[in-house]
Every structure is written in structure tokens, then in C-alpha cells.
């Protein structure tokens, strides 16, 4: 149904319903309904059609729908007292035409009723008008705004896959002559992977247990790769599965950690990666501490590809209901924290 079939739905819908209902409060008042007040009801009503009609007309023909409140609250209350005397002489010709009188003790207090009793009607019909327009507006702003949303998650999602492919192959390139074996084990850890990866292109949120199983899966790929000198750790709290989160952002922090932070020492280094649910806040964070340290120079946007992706991200999905921090812990550790509201 188009926008122009409502409208007439809603216009004489509701122009009817007031005709009933005035009719209604005539035959409560008087006992009965004449032959004339019933036509001079109708004849009203389709009066106030006919007028808010022209007054829709001259909203869209002249913009007001798009300029300021300052400037548009005068005008609308300038047509609003124009029209309410126009349906005032309108009642007053139709009423002589019909030989309805009025008394001459009431017929002040009659004019008074019937300007503010129209004054009143076309405010309420103008008001229904600007809200709808304005909710309607204001729906296609978020509409909007969220397909500007839907972009920019899909281009730092597209970022992730060929970034983390090309770190995997790197591993795997580093392992081909040292131990072809663990080579062979590792390109079928990755196609795993990748597997799962291929799975998630089209979702804006994954459930953490998802997650996980990727997380893990690319831990076993570096174990491979790095032997003893990675050692990782998991704890995970029972009812993390009841969250969701965007796909391959741990994945993305936890191969951060490791690959600017225990890659670059000598000995290796400890990776734990830990959730905490907090139910009364309906939060959860995980944090993954790294050996290493977090460099906060110049030297930072090289080795934080993963930390700036994120925060994009959690910013586009949750607003300000996420939390991302990343801060050295001691001169041996670096902590990254996520809090993440339950969806």
C-alpha cells in the first residue's frame, strides 16, 4: 500500500469517526438527532477533509517539512488560525442555508466555541501530520545510517581474512624446510580455518563458542610454528556461551598478542586468554594477557592493525554499551580487555 492510499484512509477515517462520535454527544445532550444537525455534521466534516487536505497541499508545495521549528511554528500557527476561520464562516453560511439558529444570550459563547473548537482540530490534525513525517524521516535516517554501518563493518571484516591468511602462510612458509611434517599438519590446521572463516562472512555477530573454536584452532596452527616457546592458556567461564561476538575479533587480538608481543622475544612467552560474565550487568569481558609489552610511540599503529579494527568495530555493533582497553601490565605482561553487552 502506498503512501498516497493511506493517507486518504487515514484522512477520511478519522474525519468519520469525529462525525460519529459529534453526532453521538448531539443525541446524548438532546435526546435525538435531527434531520439537519446529522447533514451539518457531514457537511462539516467533509469541510475539514476538503480544508486539511489544501493544508497538506501547501506543506509540501512550500517545504515546510524541512525548515526550521523556529521559523515553521510561526507559520503553522498563522494557517492554523486562517483555516479555523475559514470552517467558522463555512459552519456559519451552511447553518443560515439549513435554518439552524443559535441563541442570541449564546451566540458569543457559540462563535468563541466554534473558532477554538476548529482551532483545536486542525492542531491535532497538524500535529499527527509533523510527528509521522518526522518519525518517518527520522526511521530512514537510522536506516540509513545503518547501511553506512553495514559498509564499514563488511570492509574491516574483508580486512581480517586476507591479513590473518597472509600471517598463517607466513608460518607455514617458515616450517616447510625446518619440519615439512609439522608443515603438512599446519596447512591442515589453517584450511580448517578457513573453513569456519568462510562460514562467518555473511553474519555481523557469531555466538563466542563459535569463536572459540576458532581462537583454538589457530593456537594449535602457532604451537605448531613456535613449539615451546608458546605456551597458552584458556580459561573460560561456563556461561560465555550465552554471548555473541563479532566475528574473528579474539581470534584478531589473540594473534596480535602474539605476533608484536612473546614473537618478539627470544625465549617466548606465556598467552592466556580469560572470560568473566558478569550476570547482573549482563556483561561479559575477556581478557588476553600476553608476554611483551605494548609500545604506545609512534612504532604503535604498525603493531596495532588488530587493536584498531576492533575498536572500529565494537564502536559500529554496540555504541558505547562495549569497552575496549590495552595497557601493559608489569614490564613482562600486556593485558587487552573487551567488555562485551549480552545481545
Same mark, same amino acid.
Given at each position: 500500500?502506498?503512501?498516497?492510499?493511506?493517507?486518504?484512509?487515514?484522512?477520511?477515517?478519522?474525519?468519520?469517526?469525529?462525525?460519529?462520535?459529534?453526532?453521538?454527544?448531539?443525541?446524548?445532550? /438532546?435526546?435525538?438527532?435531527?434531520?439537519?444537525?446529522?447533514?451539518?455534521?457531514?457537511?462539516?466534516?467533509?469541510?475539514?477533509?476538503?480544508?486539511?487536505?489544501?493544508?497538506?497541499?501547501?506543506?509540501?508545495?512550500?517545504?515546510?517539512?524541512?525548515?526550521?521549528?523556529?521559523?515553521?511554528?510561526?507559520?503553522?500557527?498563522?494557517?492554523?488560525?486562517?483555516?479555523?476561520?475559514?470552517?467558522?464562516?463555512?459552519?456559519?453560511?451552511?447553518?443560515?442555508?439549513?435554518?439552524?439558529?443559535?441563541?442570541?444570550?449564546?451566540?458569543?459563547?457559540?462563535?468563541?466555541? &466554534?473558532?477554538?473548537?476548529?482551532?483545536?482540530?486542525?492542531?491535532?490534525?497538524?500535529?499527527?501530520?509533523?510527528?509521522?513525517?518526522?518519525?518517518?524521516?527520522? !526511521?530512514?535516517?537510522?536506516?540509513?545510517?545503518?547501511?553506512?554501518?553495514? +559498509? &564499514?563493518?563488511?570492509?574491516?571484516?574483508?580486512?581480517?581474512?586476507?591479513?590473518?591468511?597472509?600471517?598463517?602462510?607466513?608460518?607455514?612458509?617458515?616450517?616447510?624446510?625446518?619440519?615439512?611434517?609439522?608443515?603438512?599438519?599446519?596447512?591442515?590446521?589453517?584450511?580448517? +580455518?578457513?573453513?569456519?572463516?568462510?562460514?562467518?562472512? /555473511? !553474519?555481523?555477530?557469531?555466538?563466542?563458542?563459535?569463536?572459540?573454536?576458532?581462537?583454538?584452532?589457530?593456537?594449535?596452527?602457532?604451537?605448531?610454528?613456535?613449539? /615451546?616457546?608458546?605456551?597458552?592458556?584458556?580459561?573460560?567461564?561456563?556461561?560465555?556461551?550465552?554471548?555473541?561476538?563479532?566475528?574473528?575479533?579474539?581470534?584478531?587480538?589473540?594473534?596480535?598478542?602474539?605476533?608484536?608481543? +612473546?614473537?618478539?622475544?627470544?625465549?617466548?612467552?606465556?598467552? !592466556?586468554?580469560?572470560?568473566?560474565?558478569?550476570?547482573?550487568?549482563?556483561?561479559?569481558?575477556?581478557?588476553?594477557?600476553?608476554?611483551?609489552?605494548?609500545?604506545?610511540?609512534?612504532?604503535?599503529?604498525?603493531?596495532?592493525?588488530?587493536?584498531?579494527?576492533?575498536? &572500529?568495530?565494537?564502536?559500529?555493533?554496540?555504541?558505547?554499551?562495549?569497552?575496549?582497553?590495552?595497557?601493559?601490565?608489569? !614490564?613482562?605482561?600486556?593485558?587487552?580487555?573487551?567488555?562485551?553487552?549480552?545481545?
Amino acid at each position: 500500500m502506498n503512501k498516497t492510499i493511506t493517507y486518504w484512509i487515514c484522512q477520511i477515517t478519522g474525519w468519520s469517526l469525529y462525525a460519529l462520535f459529534s453526532l453521538f454527544l448531539f443525541a446524548l445532550a /438532546e435526546g435525538e438527532l435531527m434531520r439537519t444537525q446529522v447533514v451539518a455534521q457531514f457537511l462539516l466534516t467533509g469541510y475539514y477533509i476538503f480544508s486539511t487536505h489544501m493544508y497538506r497541499n501547501l506543506i509540501v508545495r512550500w517545504g515546510w517539512l524541512s525548515i526550521p521549528s523556529a521559523r515553521l511554528i510561526p507559520r503553522i500557527i498563522l494557517t492554523l488560525i486562517i483555516l479555523s476561520l475559514s470552517c467558522f464562516l463555512f459552519e456559519l453560511l451552511f447553518n443560515t442555508s439549513l435554518g439552524i439558529t443559535v441563541e442570541s444570550d449564546d451566540s458569543l459563547g457559540w462563535v468563541i466555541a &466554534q473558532f477554538f473548537g476548529s482551532l483545536f482540530l486542525y492542531f491535532i490534525w497538524s500535529l499527527v501530520y509533523f510527528f509521522y513525517h518526522y518519525f518517518e524521516d527520522y !526511521k530512514s535516517a537510522l536506516q540509513y545510517q545503518a547501511s553506512i554501518n553495514e +559498509i &564499514q563493518l563488511n570492509k574491516l571484516k574483508s580486512q581480517l581474512n586476507p591479513h590473518f591468511i597472509f600471517n598463517g602462510l607466513n608460518s607455514i612458509r617458515a616450517l616447510i624446510d625446518e619440519n615439512p611434517q609439522k608443515a603438512k599438519m599446519a596447512v591442515t590446521q589453517l584450511s580448517n +580455518i578457513l573453513r569456519n572463516t568462510l562460514g562467518m562472512n /555473511e !553474519k555481523k555477530l557469531i555466538n563466542f563458542t563459535e569463536e572459540l573454536r576458532m581462537v583454538r584452532d589457530y593456537l594449535d596452527l602457532e604451537t605448531v610454528r613456535y613449539e /615451546e616457546r608458546l605456551e597458552t592458556i584458556l580459561d573460560i567461564h561456563p556461561e560465555s556461551h550465552r554471548f555473541v561476538v563479532p566475528p574473528l575479533m579474539v581470534q584478531t587480538l589473540v594473534e596480535n598478542g602474539i605476533k608484536h608481543g +612473546i614473537a618478539n622475544l627470544v625465549d617466548g612467552g606465556v598467552l !592466556k586468554l580469560t572470560t568473566q560474565v558478569n550476570s547482573r550487568d549482563r556483561e561479559m569481558k575477556i581478557i588476553i594477557k600476553n608476554s611483551g609489552q605494548y609500545n604506545h610511540g609512534p612504532q604503535s599503529k604498525k603493531t596495532g592493525y588488530g587493536i584498531a579494527n576492533t575498536i &572500529q568495530r565494537l564502536k559500529l555493533l554496540y555504541g558505547d554499551k562495549a569497552k575496549f582497553s590495552i595497557f601493559n601490565l608489569d !614490564k613482562d605482561f600486556v593485558v587487552t580487555e573487551v567488555i562485551i553487552p549480552e545481545h
